[in-house]
């Protein structure tokens, strides 16, 4: 399973000890994040990985993701992508930060490629990043005010 640091790490000699103790590769299950976050569910479960405030009101609730409804959503995402896209497709996508965004990330890394784009730019500066990425599916907002 996943080796983390044993204390926090709160400075460059923290950090730089945590990396000579052992390599990312040991460090960590698999060959992919998806293998991370598969370990990750099976380790932590219903513990909780994401939680999210949407306006940051004093009386929101937070909405909580589970390790194991992350993974849900991740392998829910690469099999849309790949149905639509086939092997390896490029995923482009311009979203803000939400727990979908993380589902549409990690599944878009599991099925093939992420291509993040920042909505704020020009339409041009985005036709070009789509077509030099050559990303075959986009993730955006619906209508929204």
Request: glycine residues 8%; negative net charge.
């Amino acid at each position: 399973m996943t080796r983390w640091a044993k204390t926090p790490l709160k400075r460059l000699a923290d950090v730089e000890q945590f990396e000579q103790e052992m390599s990312l590769q040991e460090r960590l299950p698999g060959d992919s994040i998806y293998d991370v976050l598969r370990e990750a569910a099976k380790a932590f479960g219903d513990r909780i990985a994401l939680r999210m405030l949407m306006t940051g009101a004093e009386d929101e609730a937070a909405r909580s993701v589970t390790y194991t409804q992350l993974l849900g959503l991740v392998r829910q995402a690469a099999n849309l992508f790949s149905s639509l896209g086939g092997t390896r497709p490029g995923v482009a996508y311009m979203l803000p930060s939400l727990v979908e965004t993380h589902a549409i990330l990690w599944g878009a890394e599991t099925a093939g490629y992420a291509v993040p784009i920042n909505f704020l730019l020009q339409p041009d500066h985005i036709r070009g990043l789509l077509e030099a990425s050559e990303a075959k599916i986009l993730v955006t907002l619906g209508p929204h005010p």
